[in-house]
């Protein structure tokens, strides 16, 4: 049964050794999303709730379009 288990250090070593995933568009999408948050509270005087239509378009573009508006 113990033979069945993979080697814990193997594994290890081979995710460690694996190639790093470039987070730098998710980063800045984040970053993007948070600035609209900041000024729609900015633009509209308080908090906001959000709400949210997406859509994949023909060309393989994935849209995300955004509402917000003034939390009452």
């Known amino acids: 049964m113990a033979e069945d288990k993979p080697d ?3 594994l290890l070593k081979e995710v460690a050794e694996s190639p790093k995933r470039d987070n730098s568009v998710y980063h ?3 970053a993007e ?10 633009t509209l005087g308080g908090p ?10 023909r060309n393989g573009d994935y849209v995300v379009k ?5 939390l009452e």
Do not use: L, P
């Open 33 to 42: 999303a948070r600035q609209a948050f900041e000024e729609a509270e900015a």
């Open 28 to 30: 800045k999408a984040i």
């Open 66 to 70: 955004w509402t917000f508006r003034r």
């Open 8 to 10: 814990m250090g193997a």
């Open 48 to 57: 906001v709730e959000v709400r949210t239509k997406t859509k994949m378009k």
